[in-house]
Nanobody
Framework: QVQLVESGGGLVQAGGSLRLSCAAS????????MGWFRQAPGKEREFVVV????????YYADAVKGRFTISRDNAKNTVYLQMNSLKPEDTAVYYC???????????????????WGQGTQVTVSS
């Protein structure tokens, strides 16, 4: 069992930055790939990025490539999402998720993840 708690969301102006954190409980954190998803009002939850269990592989959605960076610290059971050059269209609730998946296409599917956090709100004003 893995429990996930996101933090770091908030209100930021367009062009600004935020760093999200996702703290995991459980001794098996380092065996899971970790993903970030987001859900804007009235829209489906969409894939943002995933990092492999070792941290050596990542896979980004085109919408955030070059602006967002995912990283993880297995010693601290934490995964991070550094978000730069934020745009109003990045406004959403951001969720972290844990799953035993690779870092390719299947990692972009919600069904590949077993555990989810409660989400943290990110609002980007224009």
């Amino acid at each position: 069992q893995v429990q996930l708690v996101e933090s770091g969301g908030g209100l930021v102006q367009a062009g600004g930055s935020l760093r999200l954190s996702c703290a995991a409980s459980g001794r098996t954190f380092s065996t899971y790939a970790m993903g970030w998803f987001r859900q804007a009002p009235g829209k489906e939850r969409e894939f943002v990025v995933v990092i492999s269990w070792s941290g050596s592989n990542t896979y980004y959605a085109d919408a955030v490539k070059g602006r967002f960076t995912i990283s993880r610290d297995n010693a601290k059971n934490t995964v991070y999402l550094q978000m730069n050059s934020l745009k109003p269209e990045d406004t959403a609730v951001y969720y972290c998720a844990a799953g035993r998946t690779g870092s390719g296409y299947y990692a972009s599917l919600r069904s590949s993840y077993n555990y989810w956090g409660q989400g943290t709100q990110v609002t980007v004003s224009s």
